[in-house]
Structure formats: C-alpha cells, structure tokens
C-alpha cells in the first residue's frame, strides 16, 4: 500500500509515479512491445485535404488500432513495464474513455486486473468496450475531475497502482511510437498537428517528430477547454476556469506536470480552435474520407484551418486520434448536415 505524496500538479500522485520526463531514447525503447503488441497503422495521404490546403496532407490512422485511438500504444507500454507487486491487486485509471479502453485492453494482454472509473455520464459505447476487455468499470461523479480523485482515492484504500493519465513517462513513451513510425515513413514532414488533453499525444510528437525531423510541431486544443494552453503558455499549472467542450478525449480542466514541461520545452506552437471549427472538422473527415473521427481528433484539422496560408506547399501530417464518437453525437453532428 502506498500513499499519495506531494505533487507538482492538482493532481495525486503516489511514489511510483516517476517525476522525470521521458526522452526520444525512452520512445526507441519503447518500440519493442507496442511493435509486438499492435499493428503499425497506416499513414495515408488525403487527396481532398491535399486540394484544399493546397499542400500534402496525411493522416496518421490511429483509428485503425484496436480500441479505435492512439492511447492503447501507451497502456501497452505502461502494463508490460508494471512492476509484480501490483500484478495481483491490479492497475486503477480515472477516464472519459479512451485512456480507460487502452488500459483495459493492455491488462488484458498481460492478464493484470483493471478498474476504470468513469463519470456518470461517460460515452456508452467507450463503457461497454472497457467491460468487454474484461474491466471492472466504476461510475463516479459529473466530470472528468469528479471520477479522477475517486480513483486516486481508491488507489490509496485499496493499493491499486494508480495510471495516471499524463504523469507516466512510460505512458508518453510509448504513445510516441506513433511519432517513430511518422518520421521513418516521412523523414520530410514541414508540420506536425495534434490534439492536446493530457498532453501525452503532443509531448509523444515533440520526441520524435520534432527531435528528430525539421517539422514544426503544432498543438491544438479547444478554447472551450484551454488548460494545457494556459499552462504551456504562461508557465503555471493552475486549473482553467473553463471546460466545457464536447470532445471528451480532450476535455481537461487540470493540466499536469509531465507533460507540461515537455511542451514548455519543445512544441513549437500552440491553437486555441472553436467547439464549431471542430464540429466542421468532424463533417470534413466524414464528408471528405469517410473517416469517422472523434471530436478530439477533428481539432487538428481545425487548427490547420487556422494557419491555412503558411501550409501552402508543405507536407503536413495530423493524427486521426480516435474513431470512438458516439452515435447519438454522429448523428446530431454529421447526420443533419451536408459538408459545409
Ligand atoms: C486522449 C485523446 C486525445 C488527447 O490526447 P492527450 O494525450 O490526452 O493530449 C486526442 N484524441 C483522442 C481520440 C483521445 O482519446
């Protein structure tokens, strides 16, 4: 059993959370088991985004993993590193959805028991997903923030071993594999684009992507949501007043160490994008390439759309982060619309 000891951030953390951020050699390393574990996903140029931007756009198709967003790489990396004692008890998570899906697919694999808990009104489908992996899943609270402090309390009562969502060098290094896989494909990328929750996506990114090729690595996060924008920007790690996006995976109130400091040391630049640039962007992906992507992953898209002009002639990549959108939201958002 342990208990929590100071953090750095709002959020708990308990000894075994190592406070130092991981480097591109942690992501190399970290090669290995995702590579054993899941399939390399594809990275596609798009022919109607090619148009529109005037320049060479590419997807990176993390929806094509199993889970259906890029978190899995992450969890497989964290589970297969986790130390025996907590192979009995088991691993704990707070989640919206996708970080829950990736843990519980890794304790899966490496037979760990896992509990995720999730607030009351989490995505349905992202639930019943959890349990098929074999998870037991909690319901607790409003928000995000409501289930995290459940979790890490019950992490304390009952010694499970607590994934933090962003404050796991192992979890960050291994998401940045996907960032690997870019930059051998496309050694000639101008820009990078991606969401930012958490922020583990982002510092994956500036590991490899930005490490080790020219781009310019570009965060994108909802102005509905700004935590990790204020963090990155002003140099603190003070909750934002406002959260209120519709895009679960990147709905954060609390920015968190870890993963500030690698952005406030190597993303390049920062977007702040509208709840309704990242409807559009959802439409885009649906109308343009049948993708069905999350709003989480559309607010790359929207970000591009921000700097249209510089992008001319360039090569650009985004991830398509997740294909976890709800239907009931697929419908409201693509199902009463034409491409606009
Ligand atoms: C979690 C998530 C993000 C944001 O990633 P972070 O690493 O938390 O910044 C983006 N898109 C999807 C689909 C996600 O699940």
Redesign the pocket.
Known sequence: MYEPVDSPDETTLFPYHDRTPPTTADVIRARRVVEEQLPQTPLIRSEALSAEFDADVYLKREDTLPTG???VRGGVRLISQLAPEFHDPGVIAAST???GQSIAYAGRVFDVPVTIVVPEDANTSKVRAMERYGATVVFHGRTFDDAREHAETMATEQGYRYVH??NEPSLVAG?GTAGLEIVETLPDIDYLFC??????????YCLTVGALSDATVVGVQSEAAPA?YRAWKEGHLQPAERMETFAE??A?RVPFYL?TSVLRDQLDEFQLVSESAIERGIRELFFEETIVA?G??A?SLAGMGQLQEELRGKTVVFPI??R?LAPERFQRIVGTASSD
């Open positions: 967003a890029f978190k959805g996708n970080h969502s962003a998401v969401p930012v929750g958490g922020g583990s996506s982002a510092a994956g990790m995976g990147i954060t993963t999350e989480a992953s607010t982060s997740g976890n």
